[in-house]
C-alpha cells in the first residue's frame, strides 16, 4: 500500500512537472502608435483557447500559456491585432499597435484630440466598443452620463430630443465637433442631437473635454467640448451587417463595408442604417435613414486626401408639452401621457412633430510639406432641411386641459372634430391648423491647421476658421384640417393671405452669419513637462433680412452687418512627476459673440439692440493624476465665472404691441471638483467610480432694467433678484458606480449606478423680479443600467450579440422640470408679465427600456 501511495505521488509530481514545463510566461507594454501613449484594456488571447487577459493602466500585460509552442493575438478596438508565434518565455518588449483606420491620425490633429498625461485639461474618452456596449435605445448623449460634470436626459422623450448640460451649461454654452468641425448652430448655438440621429454608429471614439478644452478654434466651451471623431476608411477589406430590437418597437438595420487600402493608396467605407419605432412616450412614432461615406486617396507620400459625408433624414413626433405633477398622476398613460397627438380619420396625427436632414459634407487634405511641417485643411458645407411642428389658429382647441377636445379625460386630441368645425366654417376658412416652423440653412466653412515643429521640444500651430451661414426660417401650413384656407395678415404684401398648404405664414426671414476666425499655439513637451500658450480672435457678423414685415421696395427689408469682435487667451502644463503622478493647471479668459436673438431682439429690423455685449468667460482648473498598475484616479477642481450672460426679455404690452429688455450684467460662477477612478481588480472584473460635485449660482442683482418699446422709448425700469440662487436645469451632485467583468475571454458583462442630485428646475432669470425662494430642488434619483456582450462564431462569421436593459428597477423619477413656484414677476410695469405663476412642469424619465442586437462581421 506504502508502495502504491508513492508510486501515485511521484506519478503526480511528474505530471505536475510536465504540466509547469509545458507553461509559458509571456509579457510586455501595448502602446499608441502616434504618441507612445500605454494603452489600458487591450485583449491577450492565446489562440485556441479561452485564456486570455487585458492590460493594465500602464499598457503592461503578462500571461501564463497553457503551451509552449502556441500564438499570442494582441486586440484592440480601432486598431489591426497582432499575432506573435510563442516558444517558451519571452518579453515582447514594447509593442505598437496599428490604427485600423487609414487617416486618423490627421483627423485627430484637426480635432484637436487630447492625450492623457500630456494635455493639460480634464477629459475622458469614450471610444466605439464602448459606444455600441452602451448605446441600446438610449439617445447618443445619454452614453456620457456616468462622465463627471455631464448631465444628459432624453428631455420630453422624442427620437433624438435628448439634451446633454457640461458643468452646469447647457449646449449653446458647450462646443460640440465633428472631427473637428464646430456644429453648434451659428445663430443660437444649439445642437439638435435628432440632426445626427445615426452617428453613434460610426463613431470611432468621443472625447469630452471638460473647461477649457483642447480645440485651439474660438469655440462656445464655456462648459467644455464634446468631440466627436467618426470612421474614416479601414486598411482591412470587410464590414459587417447589423441589427437591434428593442421596446416599444424599436427596429434598427444596418450594414458597413470598406474596401480597404488598395496598392493605388485608394479605400473606401460606407455604411447605412435604418430605425423606427413607436417610441417610450406615447405619439412619439420615428423612423430615419443614417448614412455615411467616406473616400480616402493617397496621392503620394506628402499629399493625402479625404472626402466625408454623413446625415439622417429623419421625422418623429414629440412631446412638447412638459405638466405638472398632477396631470401625469391624473392620467391613465402615467409617465409615458403625452398631449401633443390624436387621431384624425383613425390615422396618428402630431400636433407637435420634427422632420429634418442635415448632410455633413467634408473634404480634407492633408499635406506633408516637409520632416518638420504639415497642413491640414477641412472644407465642409452642411445644407440643413426641416423644422418643427405646431398648430395655428385657434390653440385653445389642441390644450390639454380642454375637455371639449380631447378623447376622454386628458386624452388623445379629437383631430376629427376640429376636421368637422373647420368644414362647416366653409368659406370663413380655418379655425384651427397645423403649420411648421422650418430653419433651413446653408452652411459652408474652411478649417486649416499648419503644424510645424520649431525644435525637437517646441510645436507650432496656426490656423483659420472661415464660416458662412445663412438661417432661412419661415412658417408653412402643413394641414388645414379639413377648412379651405388658413387666413394671415402678417405679409405686408400680401395681407389678405388665404394660405393653402405649403403657404407661408407668421413669418419669413433670413439670418445671416459671418465668421472669420484666426488661432495660434504653442506647445512644449520635454522629459516631464509639457505645456501651451494659445491665443484666438473672431469676427462675428449678423444680418437680418425679412420678406414680411417690410414691402419690396423698402430699404428696412435688409439690415446692416453688426460685427462683434471676440478674443481669447489661454494656457496650461501638465508635469509628470513620476510614472504614477502627475499634476496639471490651465487657465483661460475668453469672450464670445452675443447670440443673433439678442442683436434683432425685437424680431424686426428696427429695433437694434446695438447694446448687446461680448459674454466673458474667465477659467481656471487644477488637476491630479494618477496611474498605477491596478488603480487610476483623477481629481479636478474648476472655477468657472460668466459674465454678461446674453440675456434678452421680450413682453407684450397692454395695446399689443411688443416690447424688449436687453439685460446686461448677469452673471454666474460654476464651481466644483471632479473625481473618476477605475480599479483593475482582477484581470477580469474592472470596476469604475465617479463623483461630481457643483456649487453653481447666479452671482447679482441688476436694477434698473430698462423695458423699451418698438419705438426704442423707454417704458419702465424693473431690478431682477437673482443673486444666490442655483442655476437650474442639470444635477449639480452625479455620482457612479460601474463594474465591467469578462466571464470568458468573448463574454462581457456590465452594471452601472447612476446617481442625480441637486437638481433645480430650469428658470429664467428675467423673471425673477422680486426677492423669492430658490427654485424647485428636484427629488434625488438613481438608476440601474447592465448589458452583456459575447462574441462567437457564426458559420463563417464573426459574431457579436448584446444586450441590455436601462433603469433594471423600473425607477419612477423626474429628469427635466421648469420651475414655476410663486417668484412673482419682474417689476410691476403695464405690461403682460412673460409667465405667470404656476407649479413646476416636469418630464418624467424613461422606465425600464431593453434591446438586443447582434452583428455579422466579414
Do not use: C
Amino acid at each position: 500500500m506504502k508502495n502504491t501511495i508513492k508510486i501515485l505521488f511521484f506519478a503526480v509530481a511528474i505530471l505536475s512537472s510536465a504540466f509547469t514545463m509545458a507553461q509559458s510566461t509571456v509579457t510586455g507594454t501595448v502602446l499608441e502608435p502616434e504618441n507612445n501613449m500605454p494603452l489600458p484594456g487591450v485583449n491577450i488571447l492565446e489562440a485556441g483557447t479561452s485564456n486570455g487577459i487585458s492590460t493594465d493602466f500602464d499598457g503592461n500585460f503578462s500571461i501564463v500559456t497553457q503551451s509552449t509552442d502556441t500564438k499570442i493575438i494582441i486586440s484592440y478596438v480601432g486598431y489591426l491585432s497582432q499575432e506573435f508565434t510563442i516558444t517558451g518565455n519571452k518579453d515582447l518588449g514594447q509593442i505598437k499597435l496599428t490604427p485600423s483606420e487609414f487617416g486618423l491620425q490627421e483627423v485627430n490633429i484637426i480635432a484637436s484630440v487630447a492625450v492623457d498625461r500630456k494635455t493639460p485639461v480634464a477629459v475622458s474618452t469614450i471610444r466605439a466598443s464602448e459606444i455600441s456596449l452602451k448605446l441600446g435605445t438610449q439617445e447618443f448623449p445619454e452614453i456620457l452620463k456616468s462622465t463627471p460634470g455631464v448631465y444628459a436626459t432624453k428631455s420630453g422623450g422624442g427620437y433624438g430630443d435628448g439634451r446633454i448640460n457640461l458643468r452646469g451649461f447647457d449646449s449653446e454654452n458647450v462646443a460640440v465637433m465633428i472631427n473637428g468641425v464646430p456644429v453648434n448652430d451659428m445663430e443660437n448655438g444649439r445642437v439638435y442631437w435628432s440632426n445626427w440621429a445615426g452617428l453613434g454608429d460610426v463613431t470611432s471614439s468621443m472625447q469630452v473635454q471638460r473647461g477649457l478644452g483642447a480645440s485651439k478654434v474660438a469655440v462656445p466651451s464655456v462648459g467644455g467640448t464634446i468631440n466627436i471623431i467618426s470612421k474614416t476608411t479601414d486598411v482591412e477589406t470587410g464590414g459587417n451587417v447589423y441589427t437591434t430590437l428593442g421596446n416599444d418597437g424599436f427596429e434598427k438595420y444596418g450594414l458597413t463595408y470598406s474596401t480597404g487600402l488598395m496598392d493605388n493608396g485608394f479605400a473606401a467605407t460606407i455604411s447605412a442604417a435604418k430605425t423606427d419605432g413607436d417610441g417610450y412616450v406615447d405619439g412619439t412614432e420615428f423612423n430615419a435613414v443614417s448614412y455615411f461615406i467616406n473616400l480616402s486617396k493617397e496621392i503620394n507620400d506628402k499629399h493625402k486626401i479625404s472626402f466625408t459625408a454623413f446625415g439622417a433624414k429623419q421625422r418623429h413626433g414629440q412631446r412638447q408639452s412638459s405638466h405638472s405633477i398632477d396631470t401625469y398622476r391624473a392620467s391613465e398613460r402615467g409617465i409615458k401621457y403625452n398631449s401633443d397627438w390624436g387621431y384624425k380619420n383613425g390615422q396618428v396625427t402630431h400636433s407637435e412633430d420634427n422632420f429634418y436632414h442635415k448632410p455633413q459634407i467634408s473634404l480634407n487634405h492633408y499635406w506633408d510639406i516637409s520632416e518638420k511641417t504639415s497642413l491640414s485643411t477641412a472644407a465642409y458645407v452642411s445644407f440643413g432641411s426641416g423644422g418643427g411642428g405646431g398648430t395655428g389658429g385657434d390653440g385653445s382647441k389642441f390644450s390639454f386641459d380642454n375637455a371639449d377636445y380631447r378623447i376622454g379625460n386628458l386624452g388623445t386630441i379629437n383631430f376629427d372634430k376640429i376636421v368637422a368645425e373647420n368644414q362647416a366654417a366653409g368659406v370663413n376658412g380655418s379655425e384651427s391648423f397645423l403649420r411648421a416652423s422650418r430653419n433651413d440653412h446653408k452652411w459652408y466653412g474652411v478649417l486649416t491647421t499648419l503644424k510645424t515643429d520649431l525644435s525637437d521640444n517646441i510645436v507650432l500651430l496656426s490656423g483659420l476658421d472661415y464660416r458662412n451661414y445663412k438661417g432661412i426660417h419661415f412658417t408653412e401650413v402643413t394641414d388645414l384640417l379639413g377648412g379651405q384656407y388658413a387666413l394671415d395678415d402678417s405679409d405686408v404684401n400680401n395681407p389678405n393671405n388665404q394660405a393653402q398648404v405649403g403657404d407661408k405664414i407668421f413669418y419669413d426671414n433670413d439670418g445671416k452669419v459671418n465668421w472669420i476666425g484666426a488661432f495660434t499655439q504653442a506647445e512644449y513637451s520635454k522629459d516631464k513637462l509639457s505645456a501651451f500658450v494659445s491665443l484666438s480672435a473672431s469676427n462675428t457678423g449678423y444680418k437680418r433680412i425679412d420678406r414680411f414685415q417690410y414691402l419690396d421696395s423698402d430699404p428696412l427689408r435688409e439690415t446692416d452687418v453688426y460685427n462683434f469682435f471676440g478674443y481669447g487667451a489661454k494656457g496650461g502644463a501638465n508635469y509628470n512627476i513620476d510614472e504614477n503622478h502627475n499634476v496639471f493647471a490651465n487657465l483661460g479668459y475668453f469672450e464670445k459673440a452675443p447670440y443673433f436673438n439678442a442683436v434683432f431682439a425685437s424680431n424686426n429690423n428696427v429695433d437694434i439692440n446695438d447694446n448687446a455685449e461680448n459674454q466673458k468667460i474667465t477659467s481656471f482648473e487644477l488637476g491630479y493624476g494618477f496611474r498605477g498598475e491596478k488603480l487610476s484616479a483623477n481629481i479636478n477642481l474648476y472655477h468657472t465665472t460668466w459674465k454678461d450672460r446674453t440675456e434678452v426679455a421680450r413682453f407684450q404690452l397692454q395695446d399689443g404691441s411688443n416690447a424688449f429688455a436687453n439685460i446686461l450684467g448677469v452673471n454666474a460662477l460654476h464651481k466644483g471638483i471632479e473625481v473618476d477612478v477605475r480599479y483593475k481588480a482582477t484581470d477580469n472584473l474592472t470596476l469604475t467610480g465617479m463623483a461630481s460635485i457643483g456649487d453653481w449660482r447666479w452671482q447679482n442683482n441688476i436694477e434698473g432694467v430698462e423695458i423699451r418699446d418698438e419705438a426704442n422709448e423707454l417704458v419702465d425700469t424693473v431690478d431682477i433678484i437673482i443673486e444666490d440662487l442655483h442655476v437650474g436645469d442639470a444635477a449639480q451632485t452625479t455620482l457612479a458606480l460601474g463594474g465591467n467583468y469578462k466571464l470568458t475571454p468573448k463574454t462581457t458583462f456590465t452594471l452601472d449606478y447612476n446617481y442625480f442630485a441637486n437638481l433645480y428646475a430650469q428658470f429664467d432669470p428675467s423673471d425673477r423680479g422680486e426677492v423669492g425662494p430658490d427654485a424647485w430642488e428636484v427629488p434625488a434619483y438613481g438608476i440601474f443600467d447592465t448589458a452583456i456582450r459575447h462574441s462567437f462564431s457564426f458559420g463563417s462569421f464573426d459574431a457579436t450579440l448584446t444586450g441590455r436593459i436601462n433603469n433594471i428597477f423600473d425607477t419612477e423619477y423626474i429628469a427635466d422640470a421648469q420651475d414655476g413656484s410663486e417668484q412673482g414677476s419682474i417689476g410691476d410695469a403695464d405690461y403682460i408679465a412673460p409667465s405667470s405663476a404656476r407649479a413646476a412642469n416636469v418630464y418624467y424619465g424613461f422606465g425600464r427600456t431593453f434591446s438586443v442586437g447582434m452583428k455579422l462581421n466579414f
